[in-house]
């Protein structure tokens, strides 16, 4: 049997990044580091944060959203519009830009091709 700590127990805080992001330029490149990846859930919460960061009422009010609509639509899970994501991003200051890339394969969909017809 395991003795009982004496003094203190540890206190774990939550990490929030957002806590970080201290200046505007450490934001953009947190966004950037997400855009880099191309994963959609990575950039939503990213902007999440970083709205985090800046005041969170100050830009729902911006944004006529409701505050929870808000975090809702910039967790990691959320779907919100396109719309929405460039008027958020354009609230905190940036615009998004698509710049050119060696191209990917396409997804094979797993549809069979029609059959052929013969007469």
Same mark, same amino acid.
């Given at each position: 049997? $395991? *003795? !009982?700590?004496? %003094? =203190? *127990? /540890?206190?774990? /805080? *939550?990490? +929030?990044?957002? +806590?970080?992001?201290?200046?505007? &330029?450490? &934001?953009?490149?947190?966004? =950037?580091?997400?855009?880099? +990846? %191309?994963?959609?859930?990575? /950039? ?5 944060? #970083? ?6 009422? &100050? #830009? ?17 899970? %959320? =779907?919100?519009?396109? $719309? @929405? /994501?460039?008027? #958020?991003? %354009? #609230?905190?200051?940036? $615009?998004? &830009?698509?710049?050119?890339? !060696?191209? @990917? ?5 797993? $549809? ?5 017809? @013969?007469?």
């Amino acid at each position: 049997m $395991r *003795p !009982k700590a004496k %003094g =203190n *127990p /540890v206190r774990f /805080v *939550p990490f +929030d990044a957002a +806590d970080f992001l201290s200046d505007e &330029q450490t &934001q953009l490149a947190y966004l =950037n580091l997400a855009l880099e +990846d %191309g994963d959609a859930a990575e /950039v939503l919460a990213a902007l999440g944060t #970083i709205a985090r960061a800046r005041g969170m009422t &100050q #830009i729902a009010r911006a944004s006529r959203l409701g505050r929870e609509s808000l975090y809702k639509a910039l967790r990691s899970d %959320g =779907n919100p519009s396109f $719309r @929405t /994501v460039l008027g #958020i991003a %354009g #609230i905190l200051g940036y $615009r998004l &830009q698509a710049a050119a890339v !060696k191209p @990917t394969a396409p997804r094979s969909r797993s $549809r069979t091709a029609p059959a052929s017809r @013969t007469a």
